[in-house]
């Protein structure tokens, strides 16, 4: 039996996932330290630089992630996804805090629906990593948190929604919350009778992969409704071979296993990297759903790639893979009915 999780620092046995969690690192001197790198290297600002960006979203990366960064790489992709760096306090013109205007979309504390047939609903504000592009960066989790309260009155809403078909779990990251909580959520979910599908949009299987534990396994496994697991993964070298192997057994309970990534400047805007992540999610048993073209986030004009380039980069991808490892090309604009397709189909 190979082992889920890496060995704790403190007592050398197994880690659970809330260890791993709870031991992540958040200071970027520890991190830096541990890549054998300098603050000079990655910011003009110094130590100073890198702390003063981090004060509004914290610094927060698990040890087994910074594990698969390349040490002493200022460019390492891996690394560019999690540290905050000055760069983020820099306006940009046009880049705002709720670019996506989400909260006309809520329906319930909680509970957001802009699409035909799907809710999505906000279960919880943490991640187990805190990714410097994320478009939730300022989003007022506080308002939606105080969690099995709030989903009262979420699935309230949702009861007398008769043509919500599909509940996307969301977050943060759903998959920070306890098996026990996630089975309280999956029953409601089961209790709604016109729902047929659930989805979860989680990143924790790629950046945490001992969460994917026999509770969660078993929980999936025995899910009245058929589940879609959108996991995130925006480079190859984010899929190790414990990834694979969480990925793997994920897929064994049935779900159906997609992939969303968030196009991004110096971490997977190039045709080899975008080829590389879909194969590889490929050998885990994913498939790619979408790319997402960068949303115009205050804090991320640094990662920003313009239309016509992700255009390019999509349309190489295809002339060189099959037609289902493609992604999606998509952003999500105010007022739509769908995520706008920056790409015609086929
Ligand atoms: C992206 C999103 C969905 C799901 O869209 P799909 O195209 O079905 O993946 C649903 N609700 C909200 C609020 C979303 O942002
Ligand atoms: S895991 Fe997802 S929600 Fe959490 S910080 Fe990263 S991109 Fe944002």
Redesign the pocket.
Known sequence: MVSNSLPDRHSGLPATWQQELADAVSDPVELLDLLGLRPDQLDPGGLDGLRAAAVTFPLRVPRSFVARMRPGDPQDPLLRQVLAASVELQDAPGFTSDPLEEAAARRAPGLLQKYLGRALMVTTGA?A???RY?F?RDYDYAADTGLERRWEEAFRTLAASPDVEELLLS???PLSLSNARLESLFARAAALPQLRRLRIHT?NPIVLPSRVDNGLLALLARSPLPVVVVV?ANHAAEIDEEVRDALQRLRGTGAQLLNQSVLLAGVNDDVDRLADLSCSLFDAGVLPYYLHAPDYVRGTAHFHVDDERARCLVRDLAARLPGYLVPRLAREEPGKPGKTLLLPAG
């Open positions: 991640c990593i805190h990714c994320c939730r977050g943060g990251d990143r995130h």
